[in-house]
């Protein structure tokens, strides 16, 4: 009855720049970050019996992400003795405990309309790298979004430079389309 | 044509300056020839215009990716725990 299938195999390769993202901007720390992405999917596969597919498999990681980011700022605080978690995520008690559910983004998670439409954005961005074939989208984040020089992504790749032009153009192109039917 | 008075250029080199000056990398010889270029060209004037739009929304949504190094190690971890899982 599940409509939402779970494959956990290319978790990885789909979601973990998509909950980076959402980690870096509530704990502001890369290290902390990356440990609490890696939980999440660990915390997720011993779970994944409970997932009903009620919700997309990305929703589902997020509602666990939420859960271990609330976790860290309780463990960061209770050595003071005070366990009051300053971050804005939802916390109606009414909510609580059915975070499996399907949910949408909810509205008290940001603080400023900026914010907001920024996280639209870099939600659109991730939705169109999706989509784009894996090595195109390698190498436009390692180029666009890490800044990355040319040569580095070349030696890492092992492709050469007018290789990696070609790839950027049709991963631009890609983009931008992709982006104008979301997003301009 | 002698190399030095070239310039018209092709869409496809137009294109490819066009990209390199999203990266700030090309020069300024070929600036001038990418601009030559988009004043007769329309095909290419819309996707440069499409090309800026884009590296300026990236820039705007300060979206982040992880280092391969590290996702790398990441997957390494999750497949152990996979196949626990498994067997």
Not at chain 1, 93 to 101: R, Y
Not at chain 1, 106 to 118: F, R, S, V
Not at chain 1, 170 to 183: I, Q, Y
Request: net charge positive; hydrophobic share 35%.
């Amino acid at each position: 009855m599940s409509n939402n299938l779970i494959n956990p195999n290319n978790w990885i390769d789909l979601y973990s720049d998509y909950l980076y993202n959402y980690t870096i901007s509530r704990v502001s720390d890369k290290m902390v970050a990356q440990d609490l992405v890696q939980d999440t999917f660990l915390a997720a596969l011993k779970s994944m019996k409970n997932f009903k597919g009620e919700s997309s498999e990305r929703t589902w990681l997020i509602s666990i992400l939420k859960r271990k980011i609330i976790d860290y700022y309780r463990k960061i605080n209770s050595n003071k003795g005070k366990a009051e978690v300053r971050i804005g995520y939802n916390n109606d008690s009414e909510s609580e405990g059915d975070w499996l559910e399907e949910r949408v983004a909810d509205p008290y998670d940001k603080t400023a309309e900026d914010i907001l439409q920024n996280n639209e954005l870099g939600e659109a961005i991730h939705k169109c790298l999706g989509k784009l074939p894996k090595k195109q989208a390698d190498v436009f984040k390692m180029k666009t979004i890490q800044g990355l020089e040319t040569e580095v992504i070349c030696n890492e790749l092992n492709i050469t430079a007018s290789n990696l032009w070609v790839i950027i153009h049709r991963a631009r192109t890609a983009m931008a389309d992709c982006l104008k039917e979301n997003w301009f | 044509m002698s190399k030095k008075i070239k310039v018209l250029i092709p869409c496809k080199e137009a294109n490819h300056v066009c990209d390199k000056t999203q990266y700030n990398e090309s020069s300024f010889w070929e600036k001038i020839k990418l601009n030559f270029h988009l004043l007769y060209c329309k095909a290419c004037r819309k996707y440069s215009k499409n090309n800026a739009k884009l590296t300026q929304a990236i820039n705007e949504s300060e979206v982040k990716c992880m280092d391969k190094k590290c996702k790398e190690s990441m997957k390494q971890e999750f497949e152990k725990a996979l196949q626990e899982i498994q067997h």
